[in-house]
T-cell receptor, first 117, second 114 residues
Framework: AQKVTQAQTEISVVEKEDVTLDCVYE???????LFWYKQPPSGELVFLIR??????QNEISGRYSWNFQKSTSSFNFTITASQVVDSAVYFC??????????????FGQGTILTVHP | DAGVIQSPRHEVTEMGQEVTLRCKPI?????LFWYRQTMMRGLELLIY????????DSGMPEDRFSAKMPNASFSTLKIQPSEPRDSAVYFC????????????FGPGTRLTVL
């Protein structure tokens, strides 16, 4: 079975602060993909990033960066200089290759981020 | 290109009625997924299709739920009879290569069963 845990239920920051959203995953498969999705107040889910289990390089995209560490089974997401428009629910998700989990995307419970002006 | 299209966006119905949710995936995507989102259970995968064939329906809550994909551009999720506990946001998503690629989500259908 696979599992994704986002320990932070809610985070509140003031604009321009940096914020890190934690994600810890569990899987027995050696081949898997990790994802982050954003769900703004409008409700749709927006894809942010995909990372496969063989690529531990960190990635930066503008104000967003991701830190993937297999040793700790974590895939954390950092927003630098947060803005009000970053306010949303952020989901970490895992898709693994093996057994009954094949083809399925397992989501964490989500972290509600509120950025105050 | 148009994204995933879902209809209706909102549905209010009474307990016992049949509800049909519709989805049009992105053209060329071979995988289609149905999810349900509630406060209590978060995002749950209900069923997914590959090339119009249901691959895994283990997430479908019970026999009242059924899903079909008669062709590559259309899928339905039906609840009959509906119950208040079915109230949720139902998302349809599609992807090019299943688990290996990102899923593109529709805007969702907010279902309220009174």
């Amino acid at each position: 079975a696979q599992k994704v845990t986002q320990a932070q239920t809610e985070i509140s920051v003031v604009e321009k602060e940096d914020v890190t959203l934690d994600c810890v995953y569990e899987t027995r498969d050696t081949t898997y993909y990790l994802f982050w999705y954003k769900q703004p107040p409008s409700g749709e889910l927006v894809f942010l990033i995909r990372r496969n289990s063989f690529d531990e390089q960190n990635e930066i995209s503008g104000r967003y960066s991701w830190n993937f560490q297999k040793s700790t089974s974590s895939f954390n997401f950092t927003i630098t200089a947060s803005q009000v428009v970053d306010s949303a629910v952020y989901f970490c998700a895992l898709s693994a290759a093996g057994g009954t989990s094949y083809g399925k995307l397992t989501f964490g419970q989500g972290t509600i981020l509120t950025v105050h002006p | 290109d148009a994204g995933v299209i879902q209809s209706p966006r909102h549905e209010v119905t009474e307990m016992g009625q049949e509800v049909t949710l519709r989805c049009k995936p992105i053209s060329g995507h071979d995988y289609l997924f149905w999810y349900r989102q509630t406060m209590m259970r978060g995002l749950e995968l209900l069923i997914y299709f590959n090339n119009n064939v249901p691959i895994d329906d283990s997430g479908m809550p019970e026999d009242r739920f059924s899903a079909k994909m008669p062709n590559a551009s259309f899928s339905t999720l039906k609840i009959q009879p509906s119950e208040p506990r079915d109230s949720a946001v139902y998302f349809c998503a599609s992807s090019l290569r299943g688990q290996w690629s990102e899923q593109f989500f529709g805007p969702g259908t907010r279902l309220t069963v009174l």
